[in-house]
């Protein structure tokens, strides 16, 4: 069955940077967009960007635009999101999910999600 | 404040149906039929109810439906179950140049 499995917890200090991993199976890893969606504790979704896993082409939130970095490994089928600078408004619970921009506008499946905590 | 507009909550008894509506502007909701619903249960992911305003992917009941009238969308459940209560959340793609996909506030669903 299509999964999505991310990197588990992490807790960072404020300025430093977090790196979530997200490792697709049972579909070609190519064939769709993988996009992150982050969710703050008690809050709504709120979507941050997409990378094409075809061709690397990525289209990110404009409030996050310098500070998030979303990458692939095709040999691996994972797809990465890199934030850094972090502050504590960027503790939440992040996931990542197959498609949501072109051929495919919408979300499914999704990964578990992994829980990034920024406290000094 | 989210880019489209949900109800906080809505409440139903068992067997009930209820509507969530989804409000948004001719860039997002109004202009593409590419409006996609969310359920997500406490601690678990968002999973995907319908698609391209309408569409059910297979395995969810169709007692889920979706629709569109103008800027606004709407989610209805039909015969409610004690199951349904979760937190559902709209998306819509956007033509807005600061992001692509915008999502609802979303709503809290209470079965009585």
Not at chain 1, 69 to 94: F, G, K, P, Q
Not at chain 1, 95 to 112: E, K, L, M, S
Not at chain 2, 7 to 12: C, D, I, K, L, M
Request: glycine residues 12%.
């Amino acid at each position: 069955q299509v999964q999505l499995v991310q990197s588990g917890a992490e807790v960072k200090k404020p300025g430093a940077s977090v790196k979530v991993s997200c490792k697709a199976s049972g579909y070609t890893f190519t064939s769709y967009g993988i996009s992150w969606v982050r969710q703050a504790p008690g809050q709504g979704l709120e979507w941050m960007g997409w990378i094409s896993a075809y061709n690397g082409n990525t289209n990110y939130a404009q409030k996050l635009q310098g500070r998030v970095t979303m990458t692939t490994d095709t040999s691996t089928s994972t797809a990465y999101m890199e934030l850094r600078s972090l502050r504590s408004d960027d503790t939440a619970v992040y996931y990542c999910a197959r498609g949501g921009v072109g051929a495919t506008p919408w979300f499914d499946p999704w990964g578990q999600g992994t829980l990034v905590t920024v406290s000094s | 404040q989210s880019a489209l507009t949900q109800p906080a909550s809505v409440s139903g008894s068992p067997g009930q149906s209820i509507t969530i509506s989804c409000t948004g502007t001719s860039s997002d909701v109004g202009g593409y039929n590419y409006v996609s619903w969310y359920q997500q249960h406490p601690g678990k992911a968002p999973k995907l109810m319908i698609y391209d305003v309408s569409n059910r992917p297979s395995g969810v009941s169709n007692r889920f439906s979706g629709s569109k009238s103008g800027n606004t969308a709407s989610l209805t459940i039909s015969g409610l179950q004690a199951e349904d209560e979760a937190d559902y959340y709209c998306s819509s793609y956007t033509s807005s140049s600061t992001l692509h996909v915008v999502f609802g506030g979303g709503t809290k669903l209470t079965v009585l």
